[in-house]
Each structure stands twice: as structure tokens, then as C-alpha cells.
């Protein structure tokens, strides 16, 4: 009886041990993900309700970005800024501008930008917020973004 019972627990271990080498197989066998750098917004305006982050990421070819969430924003979305008639505007991103077809994705002022909307607190210099995206084949990545006047 105890002897049953010791050994279906062990087997019962195995089995754990083996889905948590699957995981991790599988996870390097999607080319092991991403590397974000560069993460930073500008401080905000002690009246603004929007801010918009930047990143330079590093993913597998036609990985693509498909969410961005922040504690600092009431809500997000992944914008464009685009010339149009001498006027700076922004709409959100297509599917194509969201892909990193040679792997890489850059999020800049004047292009690409996570909005961050809603915003809870003014961003102020020197500051910290935590971000997280979302890539379609690396996942969800946890970044800490800077706030830099710059
Ligand atoms: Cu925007």
C-alpha cells in the first residue's frame, strides 16, 4: 500500500518533468524568441493623456507585434505617424507595418508607436514603467521602459 502509493507519486513527478521539457523545447524550437532594447518615452506633459513608447526589437523573420499593455495606460494601441498634407498625423498600424519581415521592428518618433492612452500619471524624466508585448511567435515579452528627455 505505501509502496504504491510512493511510486505513483514518482510517476506522477516524471510526467511533470517531461511536459516542462516539451515547453521548453517547443519554445526554443520557435528560434528562441526576441530581444527588445532601446525602450523609452518622452516625459508627459502635466496635462497630456497620451504618451507613445518606442523599442527596437530583434524577432524571428515575419514575427509580427500584436499588443501592447501598460499599467501606466488606461488603454494602448500600435500606432503610425505618418507625413499627410505637411501635417504630422497618426492612425494604427496595419498587419504589414506591424511585421518585422527582415526581423527587425523599430519603434521611433515619426513612425512606428505603442500609444499609451488614458494615461494614469504624467511620465516624468527618469521615471520607469513596465510595458508588455506581444509578438505573434515570440510571445509575451516584459519590458521596462525609460522615461528620457530626448
Ligand atoms: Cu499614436
Request: hydrophobic share 40%.
Amino acid at each position: 500500500m505505501n509502496k504504491t502509493s510512493t511510486m505513483s507519486k514518482t510517476s506522477t513527478m516524471s510526467k511533470t518533468l517531461t511536459v516542462i521539457v516539451a515547453v521548453a523545447t517547443l519554445a526554443a524550437g520557435c528560434g528562441g524568441g526576441a530581444s527588445i532594447d532601446d525602450v523609452w518615452a518622452r516625459p508627459s506633459p502635466p496635462t497630456a493623456e497620451n504618451a507613445a513608447f518606442y523599442f527596437t526589437a530583434t524577432v524571428d523573420e515575419g514575427d509580427r507585434l500584436v499588443a501592447a499593455e501598460s499599467p501606466a495606460c488606461g488603454r494602448t494601441e500600435l500606432h503610425i505617424s505618418q507625413m499627410q498634407d505637411g501635417l504630422m498625423t497618426m492612425r494604427p498600424a496595419d498587419t504589414g507595418q506591424l511585421t518585422a519581415s527582415d526581423g527587425t521592428l523599430v519603434l521611433e518618433p515619426g513612425g512606428l508607436h505603442v500609444m499609451c492612452m488614458q494615461l494614469v500619471a504624467p511620465l516624468v524624466e527618469g521615471d520607469e514603467v513596465d510595458l508588455t508585448v506581444t509578438f505573434e511567435q515570440a510571445g509575451e515579452i516584459d519590458l521596462t521602459v525609460s522615461i528620457e528627455d530626448r
